[in-house]
């Protein structure tokens, strides 16, 4: 077994920055990154020179993503790599950038997410392995199954599970980099037909266009260029996992997020209970309640109750998903972790505004992909 | 492939994965590891997902197409909405996902289910089955 980020020199966030996510639209990719690694830059208080490594998680765009865009930033010659790992492609790239900070490699690295909608090109069609039902098993089916397993196993109601698309579009209401910010009632989210089971649309994410950027540097960069302490947040943790085989009908999403959280956690050296704030992948509804449970947030079986209850709500005992979310702020693909990781800097600061979760100090980024794969990262303000 | 010699003009929509032969209960084509004797399906010849093995060491295992239903969900948006899909935990060790008939209305969880051949679509004298799956009760 390797080193852990724990193990290596302390890595701070210190600029976020985003271009809102919303539908198509004609805006290049170029501007809508350009917008985030600027407002990230600003945010930093440093030039782009500073930067000595770039890495661009993106999944649809095609080659060469970093270069065609950051050359407008004026080209200083720095190594970019581009980052794909399906939905945790932004994730993956902040965990890159942070090793390579914390490795030593370099002092200030940027790590930046970006997407415009396009046709997934998916590899498990082209492995000639084939499947009874492949062509009707879309993700929305997938996750229907699971809500409908997870509901009778848990005794869980329709409405509970509705509820994550409320709080969740409540957060997105307050949230400007929102792709849906919309404040949406029970009657709302259950008024629409469903898609696939439980599954109406307001439980289902929106997959737009956006961009986020996030700078990452040691100490000796924040020292160097005078940047603002205060402001910083230390990366904790970065654990990124692949699946293991499940036997059976096993929940392998949920066994996935499981292990990589809690490796996650012990590495940071908190507890899920320390959590004042996570963003989960909440795709789809039923994800929140699966894996806040898998993450031992609280019990098996108690995180639909615990919403009701008001408990995942900003200012209850951990804000989950204060940006909103997968389903309210949105999934563009490349940038939604990146956006992860600004939304829980900026809870960290105390930075929220509206969305502020009160005397939020340790927060977890957690975004799973296709193949499937899971990324969790641990943030601490630093005092 | 071609249809099995005999039967009358009906052949697999996924030959690889089950046959259209006319079982009452349709089997379907797994395959199991030689060396950790892990069981899977659907079938693939690259390598054991359990412990590695190679090809070689991967043997077909015929599965019958009995089991439990773990879950199920209708689909209203698909180009070929609305039916029902679900996850079946096959007796053999295996989870399918797969179509389920639903003819009296929704299957509870943990209902009995095996597997049916239903026709799907038809050309020139021959039609195409794909392998569902049905109550027990039904």
Redesign the interface.
Known sequence: MGAVLADLRPVHVVGIGLHRYQQASDTTFVTLGLTAVRAALADARVEWPAVEAAYTGTALLGFAVGPTMLRYLGTTGIPMVQVENASASGSTAFRVACIDVASGTSDVAIAIGVDKPDIPHLTSIK?G?????VS???P??HF??????YM?RHRVTPEQLALVAVKNHRNGSLNPFAHRQKERTLDDVLGE??????LTRLQCCPIGEGAAAVVVASDSAIDRLGMDRTRSVHVLSSVLNSEH?C???ANWDAELTRDTSRRALAEAGVTARDLDVIEVHDAFSIEEPLYLEAMGACKEGEAAALLSDGAWDIGGRCAVSPSGGLLSMGHPIGPTGVGQVAEVTRQLRGEAAARQQPGARTGLAHMVGLGAVCAVHVLQRDE | MTEPAGSRASVAA?P??YDADGAAVPTLHGRHCTVCG?TFF???D?GC??CGAAPEHLAAEDLPGIGTL?????????P?AP?T???V?LDS???????IETPEGPVP?GARVHSVLVPAEAHAGVETV??HFASEEA
């Open positions: 492995t392995v084939r499947d009874l039902a009707r098993m879309t929305v089916a229907a199954l699971l809500a409908a397993e009778h037909p469903a898609l696939a089971g439980v085989l036997s059976g009908a | 996924e690889t994965l892990h659907p079938p693939q690259y997902e359990s773990v879950a199920s969900a209708m689909v209203l948006r698909h070929r039916f899909i679900g996850t935990l060790g295996p989870a399918a996902r797969a179509v969880n794909e392998l």
